[in-house]
C-alpha cells in the first residue's frame, strides 16, 4: 500500500538512520561507519567533571523543560477555559461551530508569520511600550517584552493553544448533560460539579492536548530563534546548531536524545493520569 | 448551564472575547503595517498608506530569490495535496476493513505527528545523504557521472511534507467513514452496482465535500511548513523558510508585505474550497446525488 510505504520511507527507515548514525565517527567533512559511542560522550562532555556545577547540555534540557511546563501550563488554563465555554455555556450547535471557525482562522496563516506579528506591539518602540510610557507606567521603554524568555513563551502560548482547545472540547462534549443535571439536583455547586464531574471526565482531552504541545515545545527550534532572537537555548535547536555545521553523528546522537525525552514526558502524563483515574 | 444566563457565563464569555483579541490582534497589526508609507518602520506611526512594500516585495528589492520560493512552495503544496488526497482515501477505504498492519500502520502514522520535526527531518536527509554516496560509489556509469545529490523539493521534501500531511489526513478520514451510513453502499450492492460503481456513483459522491477539505488541509500544512522542510529540502528553500531567514536579516515593512500576501494565498485556497464544498452542496439539494447517472 503506498500510503504505508511512504511511512516506510519518510518516516520509519529516517528514524532508524538517525539511530545508527548517532554511533558513528566523524571528521570535519564527512561522517565515518564505524560503532563508537563518541557522539554522546561529546554531548555530555564535563558533565561529570564539571559537579556540582550543571554541564552546558543539561542546562539546556533544563531550561526546554522549564518552557515547555510554563506553556503547557498556561495553554491548560487557556484552554481548558475557552473548550469549558464553548461545550457548556454556548447553547447552539450552529453557534459552537461559528466560534470554533473564529478561533480556526488564524491557523490558515504560518507560524512565522503570527510570531513576527508581535515585533510591532512588543518591539522597543512597540504599542505595548507606547502605552507603558504614555499612561508613565514606565520611564524608559522596557527591554523584556521582545526577544526575551517572555515573548517566547507568549508566542507559543499564541500558537498552540487551541491544540488543548480541540481534545478537550472533544472529551467535554462526549460527557452525558444528564450527569451534570443529576450533580445538581443533587446539590453540588457549579464548583463541585466542574472539579469533581468535568475535569475528571475530560482528562483524556487534557492527556492528548498536552503530549501535542509538552512534544512540540520540546522539539521547536524556530520559535526559539525568531521570539528569542537567537538568545536562547533548547533541545531543538541543539540538533541544529550541529546540523548547520554538517557535523551529522553529534546531530543524529542530539536528536535520539530529544525523542528518549519526548517520549518519557509522553509516557509520565499517561502514567500521571491513569494513576489518578485508580484512586 | 441553569436557567438564565449566570454570571459565570459573562466571565466566560468575556475570557473568550480577550482569548479571540489575542489570537488576532497582533494579526491585524502586521496586516495594517504592511501598508506602511515608504519612509515608514516596522512599527507604529504610519508614515501615510501605500503599496510600497508590495511593490518592492513584487519586483523582488533586496530580497533573494522570493518569487521561486513561492512557485516552488505553491508547486509543492499542490503536489502534497493531490498526493494527500489520494493516499489518505485510500487508506481511509482500507481501513474500514481489518487488514494485517492496520494497528501498527496507525500507529506509525500516529508517531509520526509526535516525534519532533526536526528528527524526521534529519533522518530524510541522512538517508538521501547515504543514497547519494552509495549511488557515486556503487551506482551505474550513466547515473553516478554527473550526479550531485538526489535530494530536492520534490524527493525529500515531498516525502518530509506527506510525513506531515498524511496522518491528518487519515484521522479525517476515520472521521469521515465513522459517520458513514453503510447502507447505501449495501443498497448499491443490492442493485447490482459493481465494487467500482459503487465507489464511484455512491460513496465519493456522498464524501466529496470532506475529501475537499483533506485536500485543503494537505495544501495549507504543507504551505506553512518549515520544521520539517529545514534539513530536507535540498539547495532550494520553500516560501516560509526563506521568511524565517528574513525574520534576521530584513528590517523594513517588506516582510510584513510578505507575511501579508502568503496569508492571502491561504485564505484564497480556502474560500476556493469552500465555495467548491457549497457548490457541490446545493447541486446534491437540487438535484439529489448523481448516483446511477451515467
Not at chain 2, 520534490?154 to 511534507?161: E, I, M, N, R, V
Request: glycine content about 8%; charged content about 15%; hydrophobic content about 55%.
Amino acid at each position: 500500500m503506498p500510503f504505508g510505504l511512504v511511512f516506510l520511507f519518510f518516516f520509519v527507515i529516517p528514524l532508524i538512520l538517525v539511530v545508527i548514525v548517532s554511533f558513528w565517527d566523524y571528521n570535519d567533512y564527512e561522517m565515518l561507519p564505524s560503532f563508537t559511542a563518541r557522539s554522546y560522550t561529546e554531548t555530555f562532555e564535563g558533565c561529570l567533571a564539571k559537579l556540582p556545577d550543571v554541564c552546558t547540555i543539561l542546562r539546556t534540557y533544563a531550561s526546554t523543560a522549564k518552557f515547555c511546563f510554563i506553556v503547557w501550563l498556561s495553554t491548560l488554563l487557556i484552554g481548558f477555559t475557552i473548550a469549558y465555554f464553548l461545550a457548556f455555556y454556548v447553547r447552539t450547535v450552529t453557534m459552537q461551530m461559528v466560534l470554533f471557525l473564529v478561533c480556526t482562522i488564524p491557523f490558515w496563516t504560518s507560524n512565522v508569520i503570527r510570531m513576527i506579528s508581535w515585533i510591532p506591539l512588543l518591539g522597543r518602540n512597540g504599542l505595548v511600550n507606547l502605552a507603558l510610557t504614555r499612561f508613565h507606567i514606565v520611564d524608559r521603554p522596557v527591554e523584556w517584552l521582545l526577544y526575551s524568555p517572555f515573548s517566547v513563551g507568549l508566542a507559543f502560548t499564541h500558537l498552540f493553544t487551541f491544540f488543548m482547545v480541540v481534545p478537550i472540547f472533544n472529551s467535554m462534549m462526549r460527557i452525558d448533560r444528564r450527569l451534570i443535571e443529576a450533580a445538581y439536583d443533587s446539590g453540588a455547586s457549579a464548583w463541585q460539579t466542574l472539579w469533581n464531574l468535568i475535569i475528571p471526565l475530560s482528562k483524556p482531552g487534557i492527556v492528548i492536548g498536552s503530549i501535542f504541545v509538552v512534544t512540540i515545545v520540546m522539539g521547536d527550534f524556530i520559535t526559539f530563534d525568531v521570539m528569542g532572537g537567537e538568545q536562547i537555548a533548547s533541545a531543538g535547536k541543539v540538533v541544529e546548531t550541529r546540523l548547520n555545521a554538517l557535523q551529522f553523528p553529534p546531530a543524529a546522537a542530539n536528536a535520539v536524545i530529544l525523542l528518549a525525552v519526548t517520549l518519557l514526558i509522553i509516557v509520565a502524563l499517561n502514567r500521571i493520569v491513569d494513576v489518578r483515574k485508580e484512586l | 448551564m441553569g436557567e438564565g444566563r449566570s454570571p459565570a457565563f459573562y466571565w466566560l464569555a468575556a475570557f473568550f472575547a480577550a482569548f479571540v483579541l489575542f489570537l488576532y490582534g497582533p494579526m491585524i497589526v502586521i496586516f495594517i503595517l504592511s501598508f506602511q508609507g515608504p519612509t515608514g518602520g516596522l512599527t507604529f506611526p504610519l508614515n501615510g498608506l501605500s503599496f510600497h512594500w508590495f511593490e518592492r516585495l513584487w519586483h523582488g528589492g533586496g530580497i533573494v530569490d522570493i518569487s521561486g520560493a513561492f512557485e516552488r512552495s505553491l508547486k509543492l503544496g499542490l503536489v502534497v495535496m493531490i498526493l494527500t488526497v489520494l493516499l489518505s482515501l485510500s487508506a481511509g477505504l482500507a481501513f474500514r476493513k481489518r487488514f494485517a498492519g492496520s494497528n501498527l500502520l496507525f500507529f506509525v502514522a500516529v508517531a509520526s505527528l509526535i516525534v519532533p520535526s526536526i528528527v524526521t527531518s534529519l533522518g530524510i536527509a541522512l538517508e538521501f545523504r547515504l543514497l547519494d554516496d552509495f549511488l557515486k560509489n556503487h551506482g551505474p556509469e550513466w547515473l553516478a557521472g554527473d550526479l550531485k545529490t538526489t535530494m530536492g523539493t520534490f524527493t525529500s521534501g515531498l516525502g518530509a511534507h506527506l510525513t506531515w500531511t498524511l496522518p491528518f489526513g487519515l484521522l479525517v478520514m476515520f472521521a469521515i467513514f465513522n459517520r458513514f451510513d453503510n447502507r447505501y453502499e449495501e443498497a448499491a450492492r443490492d442493485l447490482g452496482a459493481t465494487p467500482w460503481q459503487t465507489l464511484r456513483h455512491v460513496v465519493l459522491p456522498i464524501i466529496l465535500p470532506s475529501v475537499i477539505g483533506v485536500g485543503l488541509f494537505g495544501f495549507t500544512l504543507s504551505w506553512d511548513e518549515i520544521a520539517r522542510s529545514s534539513q530536507a529540502m535540498g539547495e532550494h528553500n520553500t516560501l516560509p523558510m526563506e521568511l524565517q531567514a528574513l525574520t534576521t536579516t530584513v528590517t523594513t515593512p517588506e516582510i510584513y508585505a510578505l507575511g501579508t500576501a502568503t496569508t492571502g494565498v491561504s485564505f484564497a485556497v480556502i474560500a476556493l474550497a469552500l465555495l467548491a464544498i457549497t457548490l457541490i452542496r446545493s447541486r446534491q439539494a437540487r438535484h439529489g446525488s448523481d448516483a446511477g447517472q451515467a
